[in-house]
């Protein structure tokens, strides 16, 4: 175990991410630590003294690009309202952008780095990118570096300066302002798109990072010039190149706030933004709905990233956790910042999670950051199986305790057959070990029929119902525990899931919903008569679903479908955490 002073409380169960902590964090990152778990503070850890300058709890620090999982939040409300259409294009509210071949670029490319504005030709001076609407019209005439569309790449500085404009001009209000209005006043977070001069005092600067001239020498060798994609992302292209350590030390980008990069806050307040959106917090609802949530946390952006060359991992706005750390689901989303940040979601299995320090490591390798998911991870999912009497009865709480009373009765059932599973004194295993361990392309099939079915066609709570259909019709206790807990966390009523299995003479449904659960009845049940799907049944879906949502609800089914036989064959583990579904 290192040597450092490791300051703050964690819940009972959570001591083992105390200790990964104390082990993983380096000696003078200034390190900070917190975790919600089903919306309840169980982690908040910070280590002690930076080289003398004190850092706790409530110290605040740059974020970085940690900042855009803020900026996004507030669009992700905008368009819940209404106010904005994700498919629009930037130029029906700023016509001014469509300019040089912009004018199809819609907010949805912008969001999904898909739009190839990335920059200025002769790059943006540190002074003009702390402001988000000098930077907005440096770009409105500036030609995309690759065709809108074809493909993606990463927009460090500028992207939420394009989304702030169309905020701005849609509703008469900045980003920063919504951002504050509607997320961080009324929960009373630490995390400022904008810092108020009365915080200064709480600021503790951005540091480099420690490296030897050898090492840093090796780094600077293989940087990519400043005028390539990588350069012009990450303001290299500029006169003197964009110093990174330097931009959230300086007064004016902290008191702007640029939502791209230029926020301000700690562990707490970046666990505490992603806890109210997904959970709620303070006994209030979550503030994003279900449909949004799974709008914007669906994958959009695969492959190879033209600016960082990594492998793609970008949701809507949001980096796609579950791309990025296998081990949560697929669904989690969140973003990290240049100088170390990192903060989440993961709706299935309960996370908020938020970690800053204050030094840049040399090279932007941050390995501590997969140690502390994966401790927390653990922490959590094993917690799923010990009764929670502290837990208030209402609001997330309540719900995970439903969850855990389906997953004790499939439990007790699952035992009385232990001919289907292989048994252990503790416990029962899978048949099959992690088809994703076996099969590594498992994953990417996988994630793109999420992807294709998460376009915002049909509702995610209709592409529910359907496979909680499905899974009663070919008889998965996996499938229906999964499905009925996922219908629960987006607030379904224990009437409409109960009824699902009798939906044909339940009131419960709308007739959108009834012409999807017969298509799923169709397409599992043989019919004697004849062909499964009729041109009667085709036509009636047809009335209520448009050409494209109707092909996505066939790959919502054919997706539930990819699924059965690994439950079936496979025989995974229903209503425990996916890292525990399948044996080693």
Same mark, same amino acid.
């Given at each position: 175990?290192?040597?450092?002073?490791?300051?703050?409380?964690?819940?009972?169960?959570?001591?083992?991410?105390?200790?990964?902590?104390?082990?993983?964090?380096?000696?003078?990152?200034?390190?900070?630590?917190?975790?919600?778990?089903?919306?309840?503070?169980?982690?908040?850890?910070?280590?002690?003294?930076?080289?003398?300058?004190?850092?706790?709890?409530?110290?605040?620090?740059?974020?970085?690009?940690?900042?855009?999982?803020?900026?996004?939040?507030?669009?992700?409300?905008?368009?819940?309202?209404?106010?904005?259409?994700?498919?629009?294009?930037?130029?029906?509210?700023?016509?001014?952008?469509?300019?040089?071949?912009?004018?199809?670029?819609?907010?949805?490319?912008?969001?999904?780095?898909?739009?190839?504005?990335?920059?200025?030709?002769?790059?943006?001076?540190?002074?003009?990118?702390?402001?988000?609407?000098?930077?907005?019209?440096?770009?409105?005439?500036?030609?995309?570096?690759?065709?809108?569309?074809?493909?993606?790449?990463?927009?460090?500085?500028?992207?939420?300066?394009?989304?702030?404009?169309?905020?701005?001009?849609?509703?008469?209000?900045?980003?920063?302002?919504?951002?504050?209005?509607?997320?961080?006043?009324?929960?009373?977070l630490d995390l400022h798109l904008g810092l108020p001069e009365a915080l200064e005092d709480r600021f503790r600067e951005v540091r480099p990072g420690s490296a030897s001239p050898e090492e840093l020498a090796a780094f600077w060798a293989d940087v990519p010039g400043p005028h390539s994609l990588t350069g012009i992302g990450y303001g290299l292209n500029s006169t003197p190149p964009l110093d990174q350590v330097a931009f959230l030390n300086t007064r004016r980008v902290r008191a702007l706030g640029q939502a791209s990069a230029g926020g301000v806050g700690n562990a707490r307040g970046l666990a505490g933004m992603y806890a109210?959106?997904?959970?709620?917090?303070?006994?209030?609802?979550?503030?994003?709905?279900?449909?949004?949530?799974?709008?914007?946390?669906?994958?959009?952006?695969?492959?190879?990233?033209?600016?960082?060359?990594?492998?793609?991992?970008?949701?809507?706005?949001?980096?796609?956790?579950?791309?990025?750390?296998?081990?949560?689901?697929?669904?989690?989303?969140?973003?990290?910042?240049?100088?170390?940040?990192?903060?989440?979601?993961?709706?299935?299995?309960?996370?908020?999670?938020?970690?800053?320090?204050?030094?840049?490591?040399?090279?932007?390798?941050?390995?501590?950051?997969? &140690?502390? $998911?994966? @401790?927390?991870?653990? *922490? =959590?999912?094993?917690?799923?199986?010990?009764?929670? /009497?502290?837990? %208030?009865?209402?609001?997330?709480?309540?719900?995970?305790?439903?969850?855990?009373?389906?997953?004790?009765?499939?439990?007790?059932?699952?035992?009385?057959?232990?001919?289907?599973?292989?048994?252990?004194?503790?416990?029962?295993?899978?048949?099959?070990?992690?088809?994703?361990?076996?099969?590594?392309?498992?994953?990417?099939?996988?994630?793109?029929?999420?992807?294709?079915?998460?376009?915002?066609?049909?509702?995610?709570?209709?592409?529910?119902?359907?496979?909680?259909?499905?899974?009663?019709?070919?008889?998965?206790?996996?499938?229906?525990?999964?499905?009925?807990?996922?219908?629960?966390?987006?607030?379904?009523?224990?009437?409409?899931?109960?009824?699902?299995?009798?939906?044909?003479?339940?009131?419960?449904?709308?007739?959108?919903? &009834?012409? $999807?659960? @017969?298509?799923?009845? *169709? =397409?599992?049940?043989?019919?004697?008569?004849?062909? /499964?799907?009729? %041109?009667?049944?085709?036509?009636?879906?047809?009335?209520?679903?448009?050409?494209?949502?109707?092909?996505?609800?066939?790959?919502?089914?054919?997706?539930?479908?990819?699924?059965?036989?690994?439950?079936?064959?496979?025989?995974?583990?229903?209503?425990?955490?996916?890292?525990?579904?399948?044996?080693?």
């Amino acid at each position: 175990m290192r040597d450092i002073e490791v300051r703050g409380t964690v819940a009972e169960g959570f001591e083992a991410v105390r200790e990964e902590f104390a082990d993983a964090v380096g000696p003078g990152s200034g390190a900070q630590l917190a975790v919600y778990a089903h919306g309840r503070l169980v982690v908040d850890l910070w280590s002690g003294d930076d080289d003398g300058d004190a850092v706790t709890g409530d110290t605040l620090t740059g974020v970085y690009s940690a900042t855009k999982g803020a900026a996004t939040l507030a669009v992700a409300l905008l368009v819940q309202d209404g106010a904005l259409e994700l498919d629009q294009p930037v130029a029906h509210h700023w016509p001014e952008f469509a300019a040089a071949g912009k004018g199809r670029i819609t907010l949805r490319d912008v969001l999904t780095h898909r739009s190839g504005v990335i920059g200025v030709d002769g790059g943006l001076t540190a002074d003009e990118l702390a402001d988000d609407e000098l930077i907005a019209r440096r770009l409105a005439g500036q030609r995309p570096c690759w065709r809108p569309g074809s493909a993606y790449g990463y927009g460090g500085f500028v992207t939420f300066a394009i989304v702030g404009e169309v905020v701005r001009r849609a509703t008469g209000r900045s980003l920063q302002a919504q951002f504050e209005e509607r997320v961080r006043a009324p929960f009373g977070l630490d995390l400022h798109l904008g810092l108020p001069e009365a915080l200064e005092d709480r600021f503790r600067e951005v540091r480099p990072g420690s490296a030897s001239p050898e090492e840093l020498a090796a780094f600077w060798a293989d940087v990519p010039g400043p005028h390539s994609l990588t350069g012009i992302g990450y303001g290299l292209n500029s006169t003197p190149p964009l110093d990174q350590v330097a931009f959230l030390n300086t007064r004016r980008v902290r008191a702007l706030g640029q939502a791209s990069a230029g926020g301000v806050g700690n562990a707490r307040g970046l666990a505490g933004m992603y806890a109210a959106a997904v959970f709620g917090l303070d006994g209030r609802a979550p503030l994003l709905e279900p449909d949004t949530l799974g709008e914007f946390a669906v994958l959009h952006s695969t492959g190879r990233d033209l600016v960082t060359g990594e492998a793609g991992q970008y949701a809507l706005g949001f980096q796609a956790k579950g791309l990025r750390y296998p081990f949560l689901s697929a669904n989690a989303f969140g973003h990290n910042g240049s100088a170390g940040a990192e903060s989440f979601a993961d709706p299935l299995c309960g996370i908020a999670f938020g970690y800053t320090r204050r030094r840049f490591s040399f090279n932007w390798s941050y390995p501590e950051h997969d &140690r502390l $998911a994966a @401790a927390v991870h653990r *922490a =959590v999912t094993a917690r799923r199986h010990v009764p929670d /009497r502290t837990a %208030d009865p209402s609001g997330a709480d309540g719900h995970i305790r439903a969850s855990r009373r389906v997953s004790a009765v499939t439990a007790t059932k699952s035992r009385k057959d232990r001919s289907t599973m292989t048994a252990t004194p503790d416990a029962l295993q899978s048949r099959l070990p992690d088809p994703a361990v076996l099969i590594p392309e498992f994953a990417q099939v996988a994630g793109t029929l999420f992807q294709a079915v998460g376009n915002g066609s049909i509702p995610q709570t209709t592409v529910s119902l359907a496979h909680l259909r499905a899974g009663q019709i070919v008889g998965s206790t996996y499938l229906t525990t999964l499905h009925t807990g996922n219908l629960r966390r987006a607030g379904e009523s224990e009437e409409r899931i109960t009824a699902v299995a009798s939906w044909h003479d339940a009131p419960h449904f709308t007739a959108a919903e &009834r012409a $999807a659960l @017969a298509l799923v009845d *169709a =397409v599992l049940t043989p019919n004697p008569h004849g062909e /499964r799907v009729t %041109d009667e049944l085709y036509a009636l879906a047809s009335t209520h679903y448009d050409d494209k949502a109707l092909a996505t609800l066939t790959v919502a089914i054919g997706q539930v479908c990819f699924f059965i036989p690994l439950a079936l064959i496979g025989k995974p583990l229903p209503g425990v955490a996916p890292a525990e579904q399948w044996r080693a």
